[in-house]
């Protein structure tokens, strides 16, 4: 029966290091004989002295001494690794480790499997649905992780794109994870340790799992086994998604996910002139606008069908707490969150389009410089090399380069489309 850890694909260190982790924090429960759902923190003393005595052999392992770095629980984690290595699918596992009742992650436990499917009463996840998670959000979290763990294991919090967290949330969350509760545990998930995306005084309070981005070879085997998807289209889908585990599957499945990689892929040879740059342009962020609206329009609608049953059955619990705000404010609230949730939905969509366009450029550059690697878009290669031919390496690296440009550009919160004319324009002209 696979476990909890199945699921990260190519992440051999990581998972590792995270079985050690959950067996550390089992045994610290064990210590503290507090394994069952009823008996909640009599003994805060031992817990915490065993907690301390993991922390220390944690922060040693990361200062890089003697101590095996692969032991240890700590109450605070950083995820990293590039879109799609799968960075919230480690920190989820892990959570589902924390809670199992077998300390392993077993994955078929009513903690297991409460936690991967979102309904563990002591998980809580913190996804920003707009471009940064406020103080707010973080503030309510941070109170509601000090609580006691109603099921006796831990309070684990994951919060996905941390990088993506206001300063004064991140302010909100150091004063957390600087003086944790003993049963709190914090799963941070960035692109990177960068001061950019974590501030430092955060990331000198976490432990770091780096993830990598895993081989086509190892997501194409995924693809292959656990959804089973003939080998052949696993194989390019791997390929054709560079080492974005979903992007492979979505590929792989969704036949308009496929057409609109092909519509950005069509690009290249459609750029005759300034007019047809432009048009190029607003088809592009036409289709990342259509793109959008289609992934976030289930979610949506199962979000405000939850919200109307929370409302109308009265509540019990969390929902009850909620209620007495009234319920025309929580669904203005709930457009509010996905309205910007679409916004940001809208950027990745274009990112994804643009990474798609630098792989035709970049299989155009090392085909002009005949370098022995393999294509990333495999069914656009033959394409790809008659452009290298015409443009030289030069030429293949200014577009590239352009490419990259629009990228860092939209990062830097110019307006899509002006930055993606520019780049149009920069295509064809060379
Ligand atoms: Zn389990």
């Given at each position: 029966?696979?476990?909890?850890?199945?699921?990260?694909?190519?992440?051999?260190?990581?998972?590792?290091?995270?079985?050690?982790?959950?067996?550390?924090?089992?045994?610290?429960?064990?210590?503290?004989?507090?394994?069952?759902?009823?008996?909640t923190?009599?003994?805060?003393?031992?817990?915490?002295?065993?907690?301390?005595?993991?922390?220390?052999?944690?922060?040693?392992?990361?200062?890089?001494?003697?101590?095996?770095?692969?032991?240890?629980?700590t109450?605070?984690?950083?995820?990293t690794?590039?879109?799609?290595?799968?960075?919230?699918?480690a920190?989820?596992?892990?959570?589902?480790?924390?809670?199992?009742?077998?300390?392993?992650?077993?994955?078929?436990?009513?903690?297991?499997?409460?936690?991967?499917?979102?309904?563990?009463a002591?998980?809580?996840?913190?996804?920003?649905?707009?471009?940064s998670?406020?103080?707010?959000?973080?503030?309510?979290?941070v109170?509601?992780?000090?609580?006691?763990?109603?099921?006796?294991?831990?309070?684990?919090?994951?919060?996905?794109?941390?990088?993506?967290?206001?300063?004064?949330?991140?302010?909100?969350?150091?004063?957390?994870?600087?003086?944790?509760?003993?049963?709190?545990?914090?799963l941070?998930?960035?692109?990177?340790?960068?001061?950019?995306?974590v501030?430092?005084?955060?990331?000198?309070r976490?432990?770091?799992?780096?993830?990598?981005?895993?081989?086509?070879?190892?997501?194409?085997?995924?693809?292959?086994?656990?959804?089973?998807?003939?080998?052949?289209?696993?194989?390019?889908?791997?390929?054709?998604?560079?080492?974005?585990?979903?992007?492979?599957?979505?590929?792989?499945?969704?036949?308009?996910?496929?057409?609109?990689?092909?519509?950005v892929?069509?690009?290249?040879?459609?750029?005759?002139?300034?007019?047809?740059?432009?048009?190029?342009?607003?088809?592009l962020?036409?289709?990342?606008?259509?793109?959008?609206?289609?992934s976030?329009?289930?979610?949506?609608?199962?979000?405000?069908?939850?919200?109307?049953?929370?409302?109308?059955?009265?509540?019990?619990?969390?929902?009850?707490?909620?209620?007495?705000?009234?319920?025309?404010?929580?669904?203005?609230?709930?457009?509010?969150?996905?309205k910007?949730?679409a916004?940001?939905?809208?950027?990745?969509?274009?990112?994804?389009?643009?990474?798609?366009?630098?792989?035709?450029?970049?299989?155009?550059?090392?085909?002009?410089?005949?370098?022995?690697?393999?294509?990333?878009?495999?069914?656009?290669?033959?394409?790809?090399?008659?452009?290298?031919?015409?443009?030289?390496?030069?030429?293949?690296?200014?577009?590239?380069?352009?490419?990259?440009?629009?990228?860092?550009?939209i990062?830097?919160?110019?307006?899509?489309?002006?930055?993606?004319?520019?780049?149009?324009?920069?295509?064809?002209?060379?």
């Amino acid at each position: 029966m696979p476990d909890v850890f199945a699921e990260l694909v190519g992440q051999d260190d990581a998972v590792d290091t995270l079985r050690r982790a959950a067996a550390s924090a089992a045994a610290v429960l064990r210590a503290a004989h507090l394994p069952a759902p009823s008996a909640t923190a009599d003994d805060p003393d031992d817990d915490l002295a065993a907690l301390a005595e993991a922390d220390e052999g944690a922060a040693a392992g990361s200062t890089g001494t003697a101590v095996d770095p692969g032991a240890g629980m700590t109450h605070a984690w950083i995820f990293t690794g590039p879109p799609g290595s799968g960075r919230s699918v480690a920190a989820r596992a892990f959570a589902a480790a924390l809670q199992c009742v077998h300390g392993t992650g077993c994955g078929t436990c009513p903690g297991c499997h409460t936690t991967l499917t979102g309904t563990h009463a002591d998980v809580r996840l913190v996804a920003p649905e707009g471009l940064s998670i406020g103080v707010g959000e973080m503030r309510a979290l941070v109170l509601r992780a000090a609580s006691t763990p109603s099921g006796g294991r831990w309070q684990v919090v994951i919060i996905e794109d941390a990088d993506r967290l206001t300063e004064a949330a991140g302010n909100a969350l150091l004063k957390a994870v600087e003086e944790p509760p003993p049963r709190t545990v914090f799963l941070l998930c960035a692109p990177s340790t960068h001061p950019e995306d974590v501030s430092v005084t955060i990331r000198s309070r976490c432990r770091v799992v780096p993830l990598r981005q895993p081989s086509a070879a190892a997501v194409a085997e995924v693809l292959v086994r656990r959804d089973g998807i003939a080998p052949d289209v696993a194989q390019w889908a791997a390929a054709a998604a560079q080492g974005h585990v979903g992007r492979a599957r979505r590929l792989a499945r969704d036949p308009e996910a496929r057409q609109r990689r092909d519509a950005v892929l069509a690009v290249p040879r459609r750029l005759t002139g300034v007019g047809t740059a432009l048009d190029a342009a607003s088809a592009l962020i036409e289709a990342a606008e259509a793109e959008a609206a289609a992934s976030v329009a289930e979610s949506d609608a199962t979000e405000r069908a939850a919200l109307q049953t929370a409302l109308g059955a009265g509540g019990t619990g969390r929902g009850a707490a909620g209620a007495t705000r009234g319920s025309a404010g929580q669904l203005k609230d709930l457009e509010k969150r996905q309205k910007s949730r679409a916004t940001r939905a809208q950027r990745d969509a274009l990112d994804r389009a643009l990474v798609d366009l630098a792989g035709f450029y970049r299989d155009a550059l090392t085909s002009a410089l005949r370098a022995p690697v393999a294509p990333v878009h495999t069914d656009t290669a033959a394409l790809a090399e008659a452009g290298g031919q015409k443009w030289a390496p030069e030429g293949a690296l200014r577009r590239l380069e352009a490419v990259l440009e629009c990228r860092a550009a939209i990062e830097a919160n110019v307006k899509p489309r002006i930055a993606v004319e520019a780049m149009m324009l920069s295509l064809w002209r060379g």
